[in-house]
């Protein structure tokens, strides 16, 4: 079982699920197969004047909504069952959280540290005519993000690429994680770290999960590990620290950082970002094993690197009561085996990184609508509301300040309204698959596949395509 490779990973805890649902066997081979996948090889003139071959992929898993949608990583870890493996828990992530797109993801075998800026934009543009030429990427086609490796600047050179190609209305749709001033949405850098926060709060908020795990319920004093300190590590314990929870230790690839009384997350990112390292942190002791550092004592682990990372081999040595899968694919069939029969709560990625899928819906919208959110009825609802407070100021005889009435008068911006549909979002999605865990006395991962599992099949049953 260690030794499946990623997609088949993916499929068995797919079929694990299946056995819960009513679909024939041709329906369930449909939903968990690979509809297309694409290897794309094209040169790159690096800086030096030699040529160098590039090799890049993408898949589109599911099609039973369009468009599909998932990130672009740049790693020397891509290959063909990686992107297919990414595409599939894409698929199964959307239907959880109720987001209305099939499957996809896409990379490049490369490592970004040896390309230079320059060569990265070519890489980036090349990869994107690729794109368009083999009909992988537009705004009701396929919707491409940042991923581990990328960000907001490849995401900015891929949408200039495509307009130039397609310059049509809504052309800024065709891929999100832009910055704000090329139709991207406020809220969306931090939107997977959020969302993992927002799971694990509604998680500790339940007195009977967090009473069988010998846990208080909240986030208050909880004890957190991290691994990896990148976007989506960094905001997911930012968050937990701003909720009183203690981050005790932040693991990356070169050494991890230790502090019983917790460290000031912060700070560490300002001295990453001056020293480019985490290791020279004065706040903490030095653990030169990260990966050994993963299994000290502590309530939360959250997992925010690579897929993998928690396997056969050292599962039985983590000691966290809660695992927080912030990564796609962070623990490995056997090892979600080992923890799970030792009572640990595995809150899964399939759900708990939903965040950023679910904010670049929003962003999509928008560039749909071409109106930033908040625009229409802000000023109204802020008018209303200072209304209503002059009416109030008038019984009561009581003189509020101004500052106490533009708090109180306050219209929600579009950051505000991103952030509340998120918020609702994630604390939907782990009810209803928490409740399916507790029908089915399963765990949050199947439960999780088994509401996917459903929500795709009853598409493909309402077409007429599988009766």
Not at 236 to 246: F, I, N, R, T
Request: aromatic share 8%; glycine share 10%; proline share 3%.
């Amino acid at each position: 079982m260690e030794n499946l490779r990623f997609f088949e990973q993916v499929n068995l805890n797919f079929d694990r699920a299946a056995k819960y649902v009513r679909f024939t066997d041709g329906l369930l081979e449909q939903i968990k197969g690979c509809n297309t996948v694409c290897h794309f090889t094209f040169p790159l003139k690096r800086d030096n004047g030699s040529i160098e071959t590039i090799h890049a992929w993408r898949a589109e898993h599911s099609h039973h909504k369009l468009p599909t949608k998932g990130g672009i990583r740049y790693s020397m870890m891509v290959n063909e069952d990686e992107v297919k493996a990414l595409a599939a828990l894409m698929t199964y992530k959307c239907a959880v959280v109720d987001v209305p797109f099939g499957g996809a993801k896409g990379g490049v075998k490369i490592d970004r540290k040896n390309y230079s800026s320059a060569e990265l934009e070519r890489i980036t543009r090349r990869f994107t005519f690729e794109l368009v030429s083999k009909n992988f990427i537009g705004p009701d086609i396929d919707v491409p993000a940042p991923d581990y490796g990328t960000g907001e600047q490849e995401m900015a050179w891929i949408v200039d690429t495509y307009k130039a190609v397609n310059p049509s209305l809504n052309a800024e749709g065709c891929v999100t994680g832009k910055p704000v001033g090329l139709g991207g949405i406020r809220g969306r850098t931090e939107a997977t770290g959020r969302g993992v926060f927002f799971g694990v709060r509604e998680a500790c908020e339940n007195k009977e999960d967090m009473q069988a795990l010998g846990l208080t319920t909240g986030l208050a004093g909880k004890r957190v590990i991290v691994q990896g300190f990148g976007n989506v590590g960094f905001h997911s314990v930012k968050y937990l620290m701003e909720a009183d929870a203690k981050i005790i230790a932040v693991c990356e690839w070169d050494g991890a950082i230790y502090n019983e009384d917790g460290i000031d997350i912060i700070a560490l990112d300002n001295h990453r970002k001056e020293h480019k390292t985490i290791t020279t942190y004065p706040g903490g002791t030095l653990i030169s094993d990260s990966r050994a550092a993963i299994e000290l004592e502590c309530d939360i682990l959250v997992p925010a690197a690579l897929e993998g990372q928690i396997n056969g081999e050292n599962a039985p040595r983590i000691k966290a009561k809660i695992i927080a899968e912030a990564a796609n694919g962070p623990t490995t069939q056997q090892a979600h085996d080992i923890i799970k029969d030792r009572g640990a709560l595995i809150i899964p990625d399939n759900y708990l990184n939903a965040g950023g899928v679910t904010v670049s819906y929003f962003e999509w919208l928008k560039n749909l609508s071409h109106v930033r959110f908040g625009r229409m009825d802000r000023r109204f609802e802020e008018n209303a509301s200072r209304r209503l407070l002059d009416v109030m100021q008038n019984m009561t005889n009581r003189n509020l300040s101004d500052e106490e009435i533009g708090k109180l008068a306050h219209g929600a911006n579009e950051y505000d309204l991103v952030d509340s549909g998120l918020e609702d979002t994630m604390i939907t999605a782990y009810n209803e698959i928490n409740e399916l865990r507790k029908f089915h006395d399963t765990d949050l991962r199947t439960a999780a596949f088994i509401s996917a599992i459903k929500k795709v099949g009853m598409v493909y049953e309402r077409m007429g395509i599988f009766p």
